[in-house]
């Protein structure tokens, strides 16, 4: 039998907006294998902020296996994946535009290179 799909409603309050978030994390330079990926669904736009926050203040105390948010994306579930934007670029977008609550000295600046960083796109055909 069949399961029945899951359906996403819109919502327009940001602690109940849907997001899929696609993570790629990058290895240390001495390894020769591929980074790894995975994915995960999380609610909220504060709760998908904190985790992001989260993984990149855990990585600097674990180097060996940490997320890259340039190469890692957000896009907001009913968007077309087209619209997905970097780790950086969402983070940055977030704090500056007053839609998340960060009372810390966390800046994202501190983890990508330059501001071309921040245009980074999804590299597939839709």
């Not at 907006?17 to 290895?27: C, D, G, H, S, T």
């Not at 669904?41 to 997320?67: C, F, H, W």
């Not at 290179?113 to 999804?122: F, P, R, V, W």
Request: with cysteine; hydrophobic share 40%; charged share 30%.
């Amino acid at each position: 039998m069949a399961r029945e799909a899951i359906t996403f409603i819109e919502a327009e309050n940001p602690d109940k907006k849907v997001y899929l978030f696609l993570q790629e994390n990058m290895l240390n330079d001495d390894s020769n294998e591929e980074p790894t990926r995975d994915w995960r669904i999380v609610i909220g736009r504060q709760a998908l902020y904190n985790l992001l926050k989260g993984y990149l203040e855990y990585s600097d105390t674990t180097p060996e296996d940490i997320m890259n948010p340039v190469y890692s994306f957000v896009v907001e579930i009913n968007m077309p994946i087209t619209k997905a934007v970097n780790v950086c670029k969402f983070m940055k977008m977030m704090k500056e535009e007053g839609k998340v609550v960060d009372n810390s000295d966390f800046n994202i600046a501190d983890y990508y290179y330059e501001e071309d960083d921040l245009e980074m796109t999804l590299d597939m055909e839709v």
